[in-house]
């Protein structure tokens, strides 16, 4: 199985080598070709001048020019009508430039073989624009493939001796094996490091230059850099499983879910070129049978199909999502399709998960109140009896004091008591760490505390010695990112969580929230959502839900756009979701939204650009007043500044 996953991966890889080597062969050809073509059109417009050649020999000069950059349009125009789809660009294109190359035949009517060249050459820069704005778009999208790793060094074990290292493929690792990363190398495969320490630099995961220093014990996930130490990591998921294959795939998939304005111009698209060719059509035949110049109307016929060519929208607008999606990357911020932008755009509520959303989701002590002894001596004993302990509380008390474990204190007797807390005689006192209901059951006088958070009471030999805050803590970045939501113009700002009311009112004060909801169970939070969706009320008509946990997965689902912390969120929380930040932080979130509007407003701008410039000079061509010059502005010169435009969403 491990075999045929490694050529697919070495099969996905050629070819993305190959589109690549394809894509910039075909950019250096229409470089090539247009250069030709700019020397043979000077080239025949010199001999029309200065030799005096019939209408025949002329068409024959200009035709090599023609011929030369126009036959990959007139090949592509006519396999469309040979599949049966005549009605795009290459069709209109092929139609308009031939017809000018008929027009001097006609009685009294001038030649037009010069523009017929330089309308098919106009056409293929933009094309060349085109291309490279596409090439630039990719190679945004392209920077996360260079995250994939090319290589595993993985321990090779005999009857438990490491017998040395091999380099394998990341997809042949097993669950559980040890790899070394060296300095330099990329992380192949999320794990935890079992020797070494090193700083990571993660920024094609999370758009922070800052390096992140790693210890033993500490997750390490693929496709971060290792900067300094040589690291033996456990790898805890298999390649597919993996974060950088997960977000490659994310990428990759995002252009096929298209926005409401892609469909939208692929619908309008396949209706109104058909109709463009038949009005053309009417225009060069009505105005003759009423007694109008053939030769002229045809003209304008022409010129009429030059304009109304749709290239530029069809171009354009999926390119300015391409590359909102890729910068959007480049942030850190992962965008699963360029509909989910559409909704991003018109968020006008954000719903938040407390516990690893808005907190850190890890236990610390914030507060330290020592009644009868100092505050150092209150956690140095509370810490020495949590020693043994694996809840998050005790773990909380170690870190808050990390001498523990060496200042030679002697622990024994530790006990326990399901529901109170834990007893255990530190030196020659008998210390008592836990809740209410354990001061009561040794007789400790305590009292009551105005922190919000988790109070461990303490008592040494039966008299009450303080108490000590646990709480989660809020991200140092919660409030900025609230604030920034509701200068964007969103309305509302609320937090479900299932922690206690006290604790949540305490979030959402600090925070500045719109409203909370405490002690919701999975299925209370997806039941909220359906109850702000179901409310006929333009405030709530695009909700965004955050969240971080395999909890949130449904909510994620059904929310308008899930949101997902991708750095520490569960996996289910990551598939269910349609955005995903790489680091957590929810100032992202204000930044995704303003990515997204920028995208659509930078779409609207081509929109808006091409059909007024279009409708413009349709007028002007069927009056009379165009020039072919103006047409083929019209086209592709509208097209390049629409494509040129496109390019601004990479820049964010």
Not at 127 to 146: P, V
Not at 538 to 549: E, R
Request: glycine share 8%; charged share 20%.
């Amino acid at each position: 199985m491990a075999h045929s996953h490694e050529h697919n991966h070495c099969d996905s890889c050629s070819h993305e080598h190959e589109h690549e080597h394809h894509h910039e062969h075909s950019l250096k050809k229409q470089i090539w070709l247009i250069g030709i073509t700019v020397v043979l059109l000077i080239a025949a417009v010199l001999i029309e001048r200065n030799l005096d050649l019939s209408t025949w020999q002329l068409l024959l000069v200009y035709l090599i020019p023609y011929l030369i950059i126009g036959h990959e349009t007139l090949h592509e125009a006519w396999e469309g009508i040979t599949k049966g789809d005549a009605f795009n660009e290459h069709f209109l294109m092929s139609v308009a430039t031939i017809g000018a190359l008929c027009i001097g035949f006609l009685p009294g009517a001038e030649t037009e073989f010069p523009e017929a060249v330089f309308v098919m050459l106009f056409f293929q820069v933009g094309e060349l624009f085109e291309g490279y704005a596409e090439g630039k778009s990719r190679d945004s999208i392209a920077h996360l493939m260079d995250i994939r790793p090319d290589v595993a060094h993985m321990e090779v074990e005999k009857e438990g001796r490491r017998e040395g290292v091999e380099d394998v493929s990341p997809e042949v690792v097993q669950v559980g094996s040890v790899i070394v990363i060296r300095p330099g190398e990329k992380v192949p495969l999320d794990g935890v490091i079992i020797e070494g320490t090193s700083a990571l630099n993660t920024v094609a995961l999370t758009g922070e230059s800052l390096p992140r220093e790693v210890n033993v014990d500490d997750e390490v996930i693929s496709g971060c850099v290792n900067l300094s130490g040589v690291l033996r990591v456990r790898t805890t998921k298999a390649f597919g499983e993996s974060t950088v294959s997960k977000i490659i795939s994310l990428v990759e998939n995002a252009g096929e879910r298209k926005s409401q304005s892609e469909t939208f111009i692929t619908r309008f698209a396949r209706i109104y070129t058909p109709i463009v060719v038949f009005a053309a059509l009417a225009l060069a035949i009505i105005p003759t049978l009423l007694g109008g110049s053939f030769v002229t109307w045809l003209y304008r016929a022409l010129m009429f199909l030059v304009v109304s060519c749709p290239c530029a929208l069809v171009i354009s607008v999926p390119l300015t999502f391409f590359g909102g999606i890729g910068g959007a990357s480049r942030k850190g911020i992962l965008i699963k399709g360029a509909n989910y932008m559409d909704v991003l755009a018109k968020v006008n509520t954000v719903v938040f998960d407390k516990t690893g959303t808005l907190t850190h989701g890890q236990f610390a002590v914030t507060a330290i109140h020592p009644d009868t002894f100092d505050e150092h001596q209150l956690l140095h004993l509370a810490a020495h009896v949590e020693h043994f302990s694996t809840h998050p509380i005790g773990a909380a008390l170690r870190d808050a004091f990390p001498d523990e474990a060496t200042d030679g204190c002697q622990v024994s007797d530790v006990e326990e008591i399901a529901g109170h807390g834990i007893r255990a005689r530190v030196g020659d006192q008998v210390v008592c760490v836990g809740n209410t209901k354990m001061m009561d059951a040794v007789g400790a006088k305590w009292h009551d505390c105005h922190h919000v958070g988790t109070i461990i009471h303490v008592a040494i030999d039966g008299l009450y010695a303080g108490h000590i805050v646990i709480n989660d803590q809020i991200k140092s970045d919660s409030a900025e990112a609230i604030a920034a939501l509701q200068q964007l113009g969103v309305k509302k700002t609320v937090m479900l969580t299932g922690d206690r009311k006290e604790v949540a009112d305490h979030v959402a004060q600090t925070l500045h929230l719109s409203e909370y909801h405490a002690e919701l169970l999975p299925a209370d939070k997806v039941k909220y959502i359906e109850q702000l969706t179901g409310t006929d009320n333009s405030l709530t008509s695009n909700i965004a839900f955050v969240g971080d946990g395999i909890n949130d997965a449904p909510v994620l689902a059904r929310a308008d756009v899930g949101i997902a912390m991708g750095g520490l969120g569960s996996d289910a929380a990551i598939e269910a979701a349609d955005v995903v930040l790489m680091d957590d932080k929810p100032t992202k979130i204000a930044l995704a939204i303003r990515i997204a509007r920028r995208t659509l407003s930078i779409a609207r701008q081509n929109v808006w650009f091409a059909i007024g410039v279009k409708i413009a000079v349709l007028l002007l061509a069927t009056f009379g007043f165009a020039t072919m010059w103006m047409a083929v502005f019209a086209d592709v010169g509208v097209t390049v500044l629409a494509v040129l435009n496109a390019m601004r969403a990479l820049k964010i």
